[in-house]
């Protein structure tokens, strides 16, 4: 029993971080792909995996920050509004692919 109570609780703990990575990278991509330097140029460079990385890193440092904490809280019930109800359109926004 006492061993569920610690995984329970390891959750939240690891959960919210790797969301914190996970939205982080995300927003890296959402911004490469529209970026119209690199779209539209003959000298387009592929993405870097260690932007990518730190974008996620700072992604970690804005989920785990307290100042931060309700603001991103407020945009993780927003996300999850969308994808309940099915707004395929909002999840092309900014808004929605930003981090903060």
Known sequence: MNNTKRIIG???ILGWPSLGFKR???SYD???SNNKLYRN????KPPLY????AWGVGGIFWYLNPVTF??????EIYRLEVN???????KKTEYY???M
Do not use: C, Q
């Open 10 to 12: 390891l959750i939240p």
């Open 24 to 26: 982080g990278m995300n």
């Open 30 to 32: 959402y911004n490469y």
């Open 41 to 44: 140029s003959e000298k387009a």
């Open 50 to 53: 260690l932007h990518k990385i």
């Open 70 to 75: 309700f603001i991103v809280l407020y945009k």
């Open 84 to 90: 309940l109800r099915g707004f395929e359109d909002e």
């Open 97 to 99: 692919n930003e981090v």
